[in-house]
């Protein structure tokens, strides 16, 4: 029973003092490094995400499991509300009780921090234009949950490219908007790679109890160059020319890369910025019709304008 105490105690230093060194846990525990070593390796047996940087670096968690330290599912958090009952009472100790205590508050907390999130985030969709693009909220508040708790899904998928739809597990690293629809951004263990899904294509969603971490990716490094979702492998230099009858609407735009404005003295409006894939922007340019010209590169003015003959083409009237 002590060494429960001092294992949960370990958690609750390592979770408030990121860094905290052995010799530093065995002074407030009152016991020695070997112990404190021997303490630690039984929690990453118990998949306690503690790492290590370093000689002299101390201890911290990795990726965000401060911030929902017990991460239980259900069947865990029932069976250690058990332990009171399970033990002797001559074995519940006052400081068993305090931290058994402590842990089944930050277990509450954690589940109604998690419900005000997923809450607030469906208030949003359901209030806004996302609404249509949700087919079934179940599968957003799971994936939401996943997210949140980083929690591997197995998931059933309909790839719109190849019309096809298959199974597969994905660890969902981030739920992000993009043009009033919903995307997930994770690993597919299918693909062994980090993919982009669109959440209206998902059919059925389970939560599995494998977790994972995300130190291994940057949200604004993984979006960089890309225009709105899809990310290529290209390093695009556009020059676009906007006319002054749309110039102030274009700087008042938000845009997920951040474009060079120059302002030319007749009003009209110099647009640059470097994408690494050209289809959502070439389709963006084309919205704003003879008031958006491609100055750079070259190449895409041929591309435009070749579409725009296919375009006359249709639309030609033989008299």
Known sequence: MERLI?????????????????????????????????????????????????????YKFIGYFKQYPMNWNEDEYNSFRLLPVLLAEQYQTKAFRSAYEKVMATHAAEKIERKKVISDFSKVIQNGKLHSEMKDRTILSKITEAVLSMYTIEAVYHTQSRNATTKRK?????????????????????????????????????????????????????????WSVIRGDKEIRFKVKFSKNIARYIKEEEFNVKPTLTEFPDGNLLFEVTLNDDLEFIQWIMKYGPDA?????????????EKLRQWIKIYEVKI
Request: glycine letters at 4%; proline letters at 4%.
């Open 170 to 226: 994905i660890d969902p690293y981030f739920l992000i908007p993009r043009n009033n629809r919903l995307y997930v951004i994770g690993y597919c263990h299918k693909n062994k790679d980090i993919r982009t899904f669109r959440l209206n294509r998902f059919q059925n969603v389970e939560i599995l109890a494998e977790t994972f971490t995300r130190d291994k990716i940057n949200l604004e490094k993984y979006l960089q160059y890309t």
């Open 6 to 58: 001092r294992l949960l105690r370990i958690i609750q230093l390592i979770q408030s003092h990121p860094g905290v060194k052995a010799k530093e846990l065995a002074a407030v525990c009152e016991t020695t490094e070997r112990t404190i070593y021997r303490d630690l390796e039984l929690l990453s047996e118990a998949n306690i995400p503690i790492s290590n940087e370093g000689r002299g670096k101390g």
């Open 293 to 305: 010209e491609i100055l750079e590169p070259e190449e895409y003015r041929e591309r435009l304008k």
